[in-house]
């Protein structure tokens, strides 16, 4: 544990390898959309950012949904009639079909087979699947293994558990000055895939450690890690009442792979600050990014941007899930995700804070004309004090828009500048006393 | 007459076919604006759909404008002085200038000349040539004749009135469940031309037999067969009271050339449902279209989309008037248009009523979150039920746009579906009663 | 005197030649924001338009600025140990730093050179240098000089005041037939540089000469011939209640060098009819041109669209500012500026007040259906009065979107025609008793 995350003052490892550390922590945890798998998930992390855990009983009414049964899970084997196994749960957790029920009787090839789950086309790897919400057992396992299946006895063992319990969520509110808040929003419920999603609460957490050490943040920020669909559904369910205070919100997936761009999918709004705060930074980056339009398939975004809640959240990835071949198959494994990677999304989400927290509105205290710029030391050919990192253009572009009807951000967007340019403009002239915060 | 209306019952004849017989039919009639040759050709339709015919008299006043004497002719030709005929009205009903007056002399070449119209460009065609609004008489005959013409004793003679009378127009609504309506106008006032305009007469009249046996039809539809521009323009002065019931409109022209392509004009307004609708419907159907913006210029879509009615009206034709070489010459004939293009014109413009008809906006019953598919048979990985028909993707779109603010076609276009996929969608979610149709 | 401004009775010059010979009379003089310069240029300029002079005394609060001292300039050198001059004022009046203290004491080398301004990069050019702002002393000279300068003792000698006085601007209404005012504003700051701003100088008085023979006006023209920054913001701290007046406004600058296009940088509007109506006019003309998006930086179109003002008020040009090599250097001189771009210019111009005049709404007086043009002689096929110079397109389109909500201007722009075209079909309608002009 103690290498998991970054010690700023013993500086042992960097930013880079402890977001990988944590996914190598967290990688041999079965987890699923209930169970203890995500309790151990969010216990570990509670070690590091004070996360409170939530349960919610089974058989709660979610808006049209039911929390479902907890499902836990010990051993699952299949052996053959000489007694050896061929596939084992310790292996892999992926060998066994999420959610499946308890089983325990001999079968043969034909029956077997109809509970087996490959991938044809990718005849070395174990696929993900689930049964969340129809009961079955059943095991995953490599095409290649499944095409040396003989006819034979087969002994299939699963000691399972599906009941009465709770579904566990994790959830932590960094206050800020305002209660507006910044939704930060990421699933836990897969078992032994690195970049889907231990990278997105990897990415979640060092985010949450890096906030909590600001002295004063602007925006409340709420980071929930939660099971997929059904985590996102309760979670609005049981927080109608504190929903209007989401400003901006990003769902994080898949951000450690290696892939060389950054993704951003917009929020069904599509032109909410959020859309474009997020294209700004990521062009301000200088990294490559693509950003993509809303569309209602995806992760806990769909939720989020549902009819009645319409809500400014959108998916940041590096390559979007199911396009890259390593998706839901055993090849999602460390070998697959990247320190650097990880950082480089870190990094990016860092600089999309920034711009959420410095962007505002002001009012030019002189809207006649240009203020005298020389009298204050801030024109390039007069003053001697001027400082040469605040561009010229960036404060032209800052006065002429401070008009109350431009943030920063529209100045940046219309000036083609990058957003910190337009901020430090912002900085130097509000210190001069020519520009007043919009209230 | 039987072979003109596809029977569905003996199925003798394809709609194709069909669609042919009825220009073939038409095709010798003698039409203007006025006379009995309308009233012929409306006869003959009256055969087939139930018709109601229109007469109003010479002088009646329609805004700016006064409905002219009718015109009549029953014989036209000139001889030279031998008693040769070279040109008669029987060949082809061209030769005689439309609205011609009556003549019975003996001209010589030069005066002859004066009354001549050919097509030096095109030396072998005959011109379509009219003069409504300016009483004089005159042939038109091919450039070749023309250069043929010696020094001689011409007789000319046309068999024609001018008087008193009415102009006549086709009529004909079939009432839907709502008194909204759909208008589909077509032009009648060109003589032997098969394209422009038996095309869109016989068009229209088919659809109009296809919608008759229609045992709910959400809109009203009504058909107009009119003369051009004046027609339309008494139309609208007869039934300025009606005007604001027209919710969508089509003006029907040029549908039989071998042209590769649909062409849509779009309305004034540039934007209505209309225009979207045709741009959609065009797109799906997999066939090459064009879509063109509004200009004044072209049919009774000018008088449709005048500031005053602004009406959501276009123009639907295959290759455009106007640039075909054959438009308004003796080739514009019955080989000129082709069964199998105006059997895809008039299943281009039922795709276009089918989505007129069938788009609606709804109003989501869960929109907090999805609601769960998968308990309704709805979801692809989990129900055995699903209709494989059903697009995962349309219901997902319908779910999360069915605001009552974006219809299926808003849908349809912002998912980048075909609309029936939409459609689909939406009519599975209502049978789930996931859906309320909007009011 | 007499070749200044072209004579149209005797013709003994042509306009081109007129525009150049104003620039060459006005070279010689040595302008600043303030001074005797600025004087004696409007008062040449007086001679031909009935400017008005106005002083504006030193130390006057404009916003947030304020008159300064005003400077004059008798004479200045350098002379080395051997008495021989090496920069005199006499040979170019940008030899010396334009507002520069003054002077009258021998230095070293070191100290001279703290005091010289060159340009490296163009050695042959003496740069054109001002320190409004800041009271320094100093000389510029070519980098070539610079370069053979030794160790000496320098005798530097500047003979110029510095002190209470006023800032001179010149002033032209033009009344038209209403208070709406056109403004036109051009810098008169330049010392003898040509195209920036001599150029500017030239077209906008040969434009008020043009304007002043006219015998009716819609608008009232208002010249405005100031300092660059200091004058604007003056004339808008000194006329505030006057702003709401101005409808159209272009800032005059660099309209003399052979670059092949004129460039036209829009207001911060953006779409204001100044710069649609420039952007359709430089099309019309068939000259090249190219439409830039407002920038915060520039001349004085900073100050007229400063966030309280936000005057429609664009930029015209044709190479602009910094985008020539000659630019503020001695190379902007006599040659560099050309007769016949100067005369292209103002044609420009021309055409843009012609625009600017005639641009109004119409009504459709018949806004039913079309009116008919055939019996008004207006209907091509018909009429033989038709005045083969109206397009019949453009009849068409007029009549079409006269509803009041469509400015000529509009109607031009949707019908992808010229304005001119456009505007003489609605003299014709108009006169037809067709349209009414719109309140």
Redesign the interface.
Same mark, same amino acid.
């Given at each position: 544990m103690e290498k998991m995350f970054k010690d700023e003052t013993l500086n042992e490892i960097t930013e880079a390898e402890s977001l990988y550390a944590t996914i190598e922590e967290l990688y041999p945890i079965c987890r699923s959309i209930t169970g203890d798998g995500v309790r151990e998930t969010l216990q570990i992390l509670q070690q590091h950012i004070p996360l409170e855990i939530h349960e919610l009983p089974t058989g709660t009414e979610?808006?049209?949904?039911t929390i479902p049964k907890e499902w836990n899970i010990k051993e699952a084997w299949i052996k053959n009639s000489n007694g050896e196994k061929l596939v084992d749960f310790r292996w892999s957790n992926l060998h066994v079909l999420n959610y499946s029920i308890p089983v325990d009787k001999v079968v043969g090839l034909k029956e077997l087979k109809e509970h087996l789950y490959t991938l044809p086309d990718q005849p070395d790897l174990i696929p993900h699947k689930t049964?969340y919400?129809?009961e079955q057992w059943g095991f995953c396992l490599t095409h290649n293994q499944f095409m040396d299946l003989d006819e034979d006895n087969y002994h299939v063992f699963i000691d399972s558990t599906l009941k009465e319990g709770s579904m566990t969520h994790g959830e932590l509110l960094i206050e800020g000055t305002t209660a507006d808040e910044v939704l930060i929003s990421t699933h836990i419920c897969h078992p032994s895939l690195c970049n889907d999603n231990l990278s997105g609460i990897s990415v979640a957490a060092h985010l949450a450690q890096y906030l909590l050490k600001k002295k004063e943040l602007r925006y409340s920020y709420r980071f929930i890690f939660i099971p997929a669909?059904i985590g996102?559904?309760a979670w609005?369910?049981q927080n $109608?009442e504190k929903v209007d205070r989401i400003k901006h919100g990003l769902v994080l997936s898949c951000l450690g792979d290696r892939g060389d761009q950054m993704t951003y999918k917009k929020s069904?709004q599509g032109n909410a600050p959020i859309d474009k705060m997020v294209e700004q930074m990521l062009a301000d980056s200088g990294q490559a990014y693509e950003i993509r339009d809303f569309?209602?398939?995806g992760y806990d975004e769909?939720?989020f941007?549902?009819?009645?809640?319409?809500l400014p959240v959108g998916l940041l990835m590096r390559t979007p899930f199911g396009e890259f071949p390593e998706y839901h198959t055993s090849a999602d494994n460390l070998d697959f995700v990247d320190a650097d990677a990880l950082a480089k999304s870190l990094s990016a989400l860092k600089q999309i804070i920034y711009g959420i927290e410095y962007n505002r509105s002001y009012q030019?205290v002189?809207?006649?004309? $240009?203020?005298?710029l020389?009298?204050r030391g801030l024109y390039k050919l007069?003053g001697g004090k001027t400082d040469v990192e605040i561009s010229?253009?960036a404060i032209?572009?800052v006065?002429?828009?401070?008009?109350g009807k431009h943030s920063l951000l529209d100045i940046a967007r219309r000036?083609n500048m990058p957003f910190q340019a337009i901020k430090q403009a912002a900085d130097a002239l509000e210190q001069a006393n020519l520009l007043n915060r919009s209230a």
């Open positions: 979610v808006f049209d949904w049964s919400y129809k669909t996102s559904i609005l369910a $109608e069904r569309i209602p398939y769909r939720q941007c549902s009819p009645a809640f319409d030019n002189n809207p006649k004309g $240009e203020p005298n020389g009298k007069t010229q253009m032209l572009w006065l002429n828009l401070s008009d000036a």
